[in-house]
C-alpha cells in the first residue's frame, strides 16, 4: 500500500461504503457504485479491491483479539480501471466507545497525483522509457484511465494498455498505485539528496 499523503485528492462527492464486521455490505451511495461498479447488486465486500478486503480483515483480526483498531485507517487502492483512491476506514458503532465497533464506513475518494515533468524525465532516464511511455506515465499520474489515456494521447485503449504493461514491467511494478508511488519517491530521493541517485 501507498502512502495517501502522496497523493492530493480530487475533491468533490466521496463514495461512502458501509460493511458488517462480518462483511455484508450495507450500504453505498451512488459515487461509490461508479467508482466500483462490480458492487452493483452484490451483498458482500468481496468484489472491493484487495487492499480493502485486507484492510477490512485487518480491523477483524484485532477486533477478535482484544485489541481496539484505530477510529480512522487510510489506505490506497485502485479502482477496476486502475485510478487510484484513498479509502478512509472509520469504525462505528452503537454510539458508546468502550464496545467494539459494529461497521465500517468506507469514504473512497479520487486521487490525482501530481508529478513535475522533471520527476517524469527522471523515470524516462532511469528505467528507459521511450517517449510514448512516458508519455502514457504522465497520464497515469494524472489519475487518467486507460480509456482516457487513449483519447488524450489518440491511441488504442488496447495500446495504452500494452504501453502500460511495458512500463509496470520496467519499473518493476504490478499496480497503477505502485508506479505513482514510485515516480513519487523518486522527487523526493533525489530532492534529499542534492540529486544524486
Known amino acids: 500500500m501507498e502512502n495517501a499523503s502522496d497523493f492530493p485528492i480530487r475533491r468533490g462527492e466521496p463514495g461512502v461504503i458501509i460493511l458488517s464486521m462480518e462483511g455484508a455490505l450495507l450500504y453505498l451511495n451512488a459515487k461509490a457504485l461508479e467508482l466500483f461498479p462490480e458492487l452493483k447488486g452484490a451483498s458482500d465486500a468481496k468484489s472491493l479491491p484487495s487492499e480493502v ?26 479502482t477496476g480501471e486502475g485510478t487510484p483512491c484513498s479509502v478512509m476506514a472509520i469504525m462505528m458503532g452503537q454510539g458508546d466507545r468502550s464496545t467494539s465497533p459494529t461497521h465500517v464506513m468506507l469514504l473512497v475518494e479520487k486521487m490525482a497525483p501530481s508529478q513535475s515533468a522533471g520527476d517524469l524525465d527522471e523515470a524516462q532516464s532511469r528505467f528507459n522509457l521511450t517517449k510514448r511511455e512516458a508519455a502514457v506515465l504522465a497520464c497515469v499520474c494524472q489519475g487518467l484511465s486507460n480509456k482516457e489515456i487513449s483519447e488524450k494521447l489518440f491511441i488504442s485503449e488496447h495500446t495504452a494498455k500494452d504501453h502500460l504493461k511495458n512500463i ?12 505513482i508511488a514510485l515516480v513519487s519517491t523518486m522527487s523526493h530521493s533525489s530532492s534529499a539528496d542534492g540529486g544524486n541517485l
Open 53 to 78: 478486503m485486507d484492510l477490512h480483515a485487518k480491523i477483524r483480526e484485532k477486533i477478535a483479539g482484544g485489541k481496539s483498531p484505530s477510529h480512522k485507517e487510510l489506505i490506497v487502492a485502485e
Open 168 to 179: 509496470m514491467r520496467k519499473m518493476e511494478v504490478r499496480s497503477r498505485g505502485r508506479l
